[in-house]
């Protein structure tokens, strides 16, 4: 059973340009989670999925965000026109959704540094 | 508001000698949840355990312990005999049963550094 991947692990862009994220969970797992850390902080929450359906969005994703997780299996989180302040690690994690318990099995990230 | 507080920034041991890092956490849920991950160098969030608010039983690992006390809101992690390998940034967790999300709220993490 693999874990949780994510692709690219860096990304390096000028400020201005769109980068897009891939996360692969766990296989079966239904809800799928995006989180930003940034340096010397935990992880915050970004938005989720279950299935297909992108349940919550958290203030911290602006419009310049979207994600996608079509057919329910990887997701891609988008940034359009990116700025300084979104460089940082974005983290996915994934869970099988099953009466509270929910353990999220994290990926080792994309580090995105905006010039 | 729910609020996950690790005091202690950085933390630095000898080989063998034993580690506890606290965490303290604020919530108005009577059911929630506790968890503790270790982030090494690559950068993965490694899942060490989980605890529900009913349950207070102290819990042991090979050389990982918790300590859970709900009357001090607190839910401390104490590595025993520490290691090389056990250098690491540690995070302390919390999820409400009310939100159904279960998203994490994580505190800003304690950061171990095991000297040979």
């Known amino acids: 059973d693999t874990g949780v991947s994510q692709d690219p692990r860096h990304k390096i862009t000028k400020r201005g340009q769109n980068v897009t994220f891939r996360c692969d969970p766990i296989s079966e797992h239904n809800r799928l989670y995006w989180y930003r850390q940034t340096l010397g902080q935990g992880p915050e929450f970004l938005t989720y999925f279950q299935n297909e359906a992108q349940l919550e969005k958290s203030r911290l994703l602006s419009d310049r965000f979207s994600a996608e997780r079509p057919k329910g299996s990887f997701s891609t989180l988008e940034i359009q026109r990116t700025e300084q302040g979104d460089s940082a690690m974005y983290l996915c994690?994934?869970?099988?959704?099953?009466?509270?318990?929910?353990?999220?099995?994290f990926g080792a990230g994309t580090r995105l540094s905006v010039l | 508001a729910q609020k996950v507080t690790q005091a202690q920034t950085e933390i630095s041991v000898v080989e063998k000698e034993d580690v506890t890092l606290d965490c303290v956490y604020e919530?108005?849920?009577?059911?929630?949840?506790l968890f503790w991950y270790k982030q090494p160098p690559s950068g993965e969030l490694v899942f060490l355990i989980r605890r529900n608010s009913f349950d207070e039983q102290n819990e042991i690992s090979g050389r990982y312990s918790w300590n859970f006390q709900k009357s001090t809101s607190s839910f401390n992690f104490t590595i025993t005999a520490s290691q090389v390998v056990d250098s690491a940034v540690y995070f302390c967790a919390l999820s409400e049963a009310w939100d159904s999300s279960y998203k994490l709220i994580f505190g800003s993490g304690t950061r171990l550094l095991v000297r040979p």
């Open positions: 994690a994934s869970s099988y959704d099953f009466s509270g318990k929910n353990i999220q099995y």
């Open positions: 919530t108005r849920d009577t059911t929630y949840y």
